[in-house]
């Protein structure tokens, strides 16, 4: 069965919000691997479980036609409500029945979405819709986050200890992302393929920003709808301890969000 937890229309407006574009380094991969593998002109790109479509509008200069799908169609109203690129449209479909033709599509990415599907069915949705040489590629943020602001090393422990609260409200299929996508990865029949870990990124937010980010989990939003009251207590709470350690008053001010990612890339054979 499809895991639905990004329905919520507070929730997907919070995506919009604050989820960022997926880290320069990692997009360069992506499109210097498709430019190995299958040579231009690139026609078709599909990002699947693409939220509010941060990791599709970056897509848009590299392909005629960029489609994103989603499983929510409250992700999907926000993404179509964002300016966007004229040559991107979006789909509330599932990741593993996209509505594109067999052998059509040059690219398939999935950006922190891949470990919610169905893998079995998804794997062979992508055999179905990418052309010889077309390629797949998966990437995910892993926890173990650091947050840094000047010399206190106090940020990163407040960030562990929400990890831990929120570790009890985590749903089974978040292990394919503690364990870097391994099993996702074996799991891909095609012998081209790679898997990227130990890549950090590190992105300058401001302290609401990063408050905001933690409310976007998966497990945070659990909390909010079965203890409503704790969880935004908790988020309250957090965010003062954060800007006690900071010794300022306003969320406004920058800290720096270190992130470890993991990149799958794959190749189908002719
Ligand atoms: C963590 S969000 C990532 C969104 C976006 N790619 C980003 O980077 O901000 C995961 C998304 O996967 C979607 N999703 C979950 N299961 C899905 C499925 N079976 N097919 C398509 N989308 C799915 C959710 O609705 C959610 O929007």
Known sequence: MATQLFEGKEHASYYQKYRFSPPQDIQDMIISYLGEKLPKPHVLAVDVGCGTGQSTRILAPHFERVLGTDIS????????????????????SPAEEVPLGDASVDLITACAAVHWFNIEKFLKEVDRILKPHGCLAFFSYLPSMEVHYKNRTEMSKVFTEVEDVLAQYKHE??????????????????????????????????????????????????????????????IKTTEQRFLEIMEVSSNETKVDVWLNNVLVLASKPK
């Open 73 to 92: 169609e409250a992700q999907i109203e926000e993404a179509k409500k964002a300016a966007g690129f004229s040559n991107i449209t979006f789909s509330a």
């Open 173 to 234: 299929k978040v292990h394919h992302v503690q364990t870097a996508y391994k099993e996702i990865y074996e799991a891909i029949p095609y012998t081209d393929k790679k898997r990227l870990v130990d890549m950090v990124t590190k992105i300058p937010m401001t302290l609401a920003e990063l408050i905001g980010f933690i409310q976007t989990f998966s497990m945070f939003q659990t909390f909010l709808s079965r203890e409503p009251e704790k969880a935004k207590d908790f």
